[in-house]
């Protein structure tokens, strides 16, 4: 069992938040997606396995050397940006 | 005329001057505006011819639509997703570089399920996705847009990306061929990251033998995606005709029987009775095909799997959508309020939930019993398909238990019935298998397919073997409309 208030902790901690109705949605949902969880439990002798994080160990690319320059142009960055001045991106304040 | 031709009729008629590059580009804009209205294949439309091309390939004055979910400099690109409306990136994804160099013509961004975290084609910012063979049913997703597009004939080939069957079940739903190569075989460099371990790019076109056309010209490492693949010294197109007498291939045994399932349905009991049809047409061009069985708790455990490593790997990547350095930007009397508003009103109610479920298997408590649990029994399923594969040179099955829903039907991926028959497509993505759906028949007018799935770095191989299961029948080439149901 799955509370809304734990719910409501865990999206809040990435930043966002969501109506009742949606909490409510997502608490059903959690029931089933618990249950469906539980089938990774009943694998047995997993405690040896190695995790898998991505399915082809490759070394072609390596890191490239730290020479390289790429830089943007001034005019494609700014398209995107919701406040500009001085031809640079505006920030909210991170200082209060 | 030109909306029914694959690309080898598109490029004599473009050879032999019967059309011009912008006439066909003309063609299918004309489409695509006509039939945006009933299905919304397109996020937008591009107007304007636009050559780019450095070299003559077969896909020279091509047409084609791109998932909006790949970066086009100057272009919109939108993820489907209200957070990132507005978004022109100031740079080319690998993909998109390399169909410009090779002269292609993008037709329009497709719409695609929000983050292309979805599979019915009902969650982007734009609207609901139609399918073209019955405008009451999904077409499926997350390459919604694209696998309409290409079924329409709006498009020859269309470029999606698939993290647990995002290419492979639209186009099965849509009657179309969609191929995932293997994992890093085509760079992913300037595609919006899902879940970066089991995002693929993929192919979706009207026969195998363009989709190996279009992965010739994709395929290839990239120094922008440390996950790309060193180039083959072959062309898969060159391969393609080869004989598959002696391919051995294999199915799960209990799950291609109807008698395996309690609360059996006339429409399941038809896809299984295709799917036998495929195996003995398979028999008849000399490959052998044998029944196999895999412990059912492992296979019971995929979608739980995968449910638990897509979103946590989901939940990290989109943490860039802050309406600061990305996405747009709410107000807020602070920084923190910025973010947290932005992405209150950015996200749909779908993107939520599912970064909620990433968010609890990253809690410290969960990491070992959920995530980490999850990663293993990865690798236990990878290593038993990689022992298969050992004995076989691919695994085929139906590519899904049902033909596409209604809107109004709920879908079946979390009923213990279908956890196996409905979810096996996510195996391809565990371990970077090279996969394909080609169409093999109908079921109550609607079109399904079989999947065929192989070891890494087997993509010619497989292309071969499914170029000559779609000869065994009718469906190459199909549009809606055209086919003999």
């Known amino acids: 069992m799955i509370t809304k208030e734990a719910l409501k902790k865990y999206a809040n901690l990435l930043m966002f938040d969501m109506s009742d109705l949606e909490y409510q949605t997502l608490e059903e949902e959690f029931a089933i997606i618990l249950k469906q969880m539980a089938l990774i439990g009943k694998i047995e002798g997993i405690e040896n396995v190695k995790p898998m994080h991505f399915p082809i160990i490759n070394y072609q690319v390596l890191p490239r050397d730290d020479d390289k320059t790429f830089n943007l142009d001034v005019n494609d960055v700014l398209l995107n940006a919701k406040e500009t001045s001085a031809n640079q991106v505006k920030v909210p304040k991170v200082v209060e | ?485």
Not at chain 2, 232 to 240: A, H, L, T
Not at chain 2, 411 to 419: A, G
Request: glycine share 8%; hydrophobic share 35%.
């Open chain 2, 1 to 485: 005329m030109y909306s029914k031709m694959m690309i080898d009729d598109l490029r004599q008629e473009l050879d032999e001057n019967k059309i011009t590059g912008e006439g066909l580009f003309k063609e299918a804009n004309k489409l695509a505006h006509k039939h945006q209205e009933k299905y919304n294949s397109f996020v937008t439309i591009l107007d304007n011819y636009n050559f780019e091309g450095t070299s003559n390939t077969l896909i020279t004055n091509i047409p084609y639509a791109l998932k909006d979910n790949f970066s086009t400099k100057g272009i919109l690109t939108t993820g489907s997703s209200n957070i990132l409306k507005d978004y022109i990136p100031p740079y080319d994804a690998t993909v998109y570089k390399k169909l410009k160099e090779a002269g292609a013509i993008l037709v329009g961004k497709t719409v695609l399920d929000e983050l292309a975290m979805g599979g019915t084609g009902t969650t982007g910012h734009t609207g609901l996705v139609r399918n073209p063979w019955d405008e009451s049913r999904m077409i499926g997703g997350s390459s919604s847009g694209s696998a309409a597009a290409v079924a329409l004939g709006i498009v020859p080939f269309a470029i999606g990306s698939d993290t647990g069957d995002s290419v492979r079940k639209p186009a099965c739903y849509g009657g179309v061929v969609g191929f995932k190569p293997t994992y890093g075989r085509i760079s992913r460099y300037g595609l919006f990251a899902f879940a970066s371990s089991l995002d693929h790019v993929g192919v979706i076109s009207r026969s195998v033998r363009d989709a190996a056309i279009v992965t010739d010209i994709l395929k290839g490492c990239d120094e922008n995606d440390m996950t790309s693949l060193p180039d083959e010294d072959i062309k898969y197109i060159d391969n393609i005709n080869l004989s598959v007498k002696g391919k051995k291939l294999f199915y799960l045994k209990d799950i291609c029987d109807i008698n395996y399932y309690p609360n059996k349905t006339p429409e399941l009991e038809d896809i299984l009775n295709n799917f036998k049809k495929v195996i003995n047409n398979c028999q008849k061009i000399g490959i052998e095909v044998y029944e196999e069985e895999i412990n059912k708790n492992l296979l019971n455990a995929i979608y739980p799997v995968y449910n638990t490593i897509s979103c946590a790997e989901a939940t990290s990547n989109n943490s860039n959508l802050t309406g600061i350095s990305f996405g747009v930007r709410e107000d807020g009397g602070n920084i923190n309020q910025v973010i947290f508003n932005s992405r209150t009103k950015g996200f749909s109610e779908l993107i939520k939930r599912r970064f909620v479920i990433g968010s609890y298997v990253l809690q410290r408590e969960n990491q070992e019993k959920l995530f980490l649990n999850a990663c293993r029994v990865r690798r236990l399923i990878v290593e038993k398909f990689n022992s298969l594969f050992t004995k076989y040179d691919g695994f085929i099955m139906p590519t899904s238990d049902a033909i596409a829903p209604k809107f109004n039907e709920k879908t079946d991926k979390l009923s213990d019935q279908y956890l196996i028959l409905g979810n096996h497509l996510i195996i391809g993505n565990f371990g970077g298998y090279p996969s394909i759906t080609i169409p093999s028949g109908f079921v109550d007018k609607m079109p399904i397919g079989v999947c065929i799935t192989s070891a890494v770095e087997n993509d010619a191989l497989i292309l071969n073997m499914a170029h000559e299961i779609e000869e065994t029948m009718t469906y190459r080439g199909m549009i809606v409309g055209e086919e003999d149901v």
